[in-house]
Nanobody
Framework: QVQLVESGGGLAQAGGSLRLSCATS????????MGWFRQAPGKEREFVAA????????YYADSVKGRFTISRDNAKNTVYLQMNSLEPEHTAVYYC?????????????????WGQGTQVTVSS
């Protein structure tokens, strides 16, 4: 079956960095657009970034542009999220997700497969 497993979350200080990974199995990774989303307590799940099947075209939420970088390694069936200059408002559970097709989409309803999430906590 399809599995998406996030890792790399944890506690970071404001101004610090974390690198999230999402290892996938059970799907033809190179044929899926991959995305990262996050959900803070009491808030709806929100889009963070997405990347095309070839990895050439990243797409970011305005709130993370210049701080976060999404990338993928199709040989390793893994997508990454490098997070720099972290701030307390970045505290959330971060999820990776996969969608078919070619369109990069910020709507979580268009993503078919989801990981369980990894907690990121940023202290001030």
């Amino acid at each position: 079956q399809v599995q998406l497993v996030e890792s790399g979350g944890g506690l970071a200080q404001a101004g610090g960095s974390l690198r999230l990974s999402c290892a996938t199995s059970g799907l033809t990774f190179s044929t899926y657009v991959m995305g990262w989303f996050r959900q803070a307590p009491g808030k709806e799940r929100e889009f963070v970034a997405a990347i095309s099947r070839t990895g050439i075209s990243p797409y970011y939420a305005d709130s993370v542009k210049g701080r976060f970088t999404i990338s993928r390694d199709n040989a390793k069936n893994t997508v990454y999220l490098q997070m720099n200059s972290l701030e307390p408002e970045h505290t959330a559970v971060y999820y990776c997700a996969a969608k078919s097709g070619v369109l990069l989409d910020r709507n979580p309803k268009t993503y078919t497969y989801w990981g369980q999430g990894t907690q990121v906590t940023v202290s001030s």
